[in-house]
């Protein structure tokens, strides 16, 4: 039945986003739909950045419009890198902010941020077996 996963993210600005996943995680852009719709490549899936206005309902009978401060959600992002401190600084520099610093994990290193557009995202190294290191319940 599953063919694929898109993974979509909602931003207030094509283009500043567009700037900011292309510096920070050195994707490429792959096609444009229209301006408020982007597709970006170079990983092991696209990532879409759809344009919508702050406030703006994202169903029917919403009880909040969309908030572009920095929100939690229960889904979020982690991007595999093959150098944390590297990445750290790339990802800051193009306008992350940092949540929580570089940790040692049984899996790896791991530290979260945000983006422009108020969304949490990891970055993980991983060492040894990666999430195999981890101790079976």
Not at 27 to 49: A, N, W
Not at 80 to 87: G, K, L
Not at 111 to 128: K, M, Q, V, Y
């Amino acid at each position: 039945m599953l063919q694929d996963i898109l993974i979509n993210i909602d931003v207030d600005n094509s283009e500043r986003a567009v700037k900011f996943y292309t510096e920070a995680l050195g994707f490429k852009i792959g096609r444009r739909f229209d301006s408020k719709f982007i597709e970006l490549i170079g990983s092991s899936f696209s990532l879409f950045l759809l344009e919508n206005e702050k406030g703006t309902l994202p169903y029917p009978g919403a009880l909040a419009g969309r908030n572009y401060s920095r929100h939690w959600s229960p889904v979020h992002l982690d991007f595999v890198v093959s150098s944390i401190a590297e990445s750290k600084k790339q990802v800051l520099s193009a306008g992350a902010k940092l949540e929580t610093d570089i940790r040692i994990e049984p899996y790896g290193k791991l530290a979260t941020f945000s983006d422009p557009f108020g969304h949490g995202f990891c970055l993980i190294e991983f060492t040894g077996r990666g999430y195999d290191e981890i101790k079976k319940l």
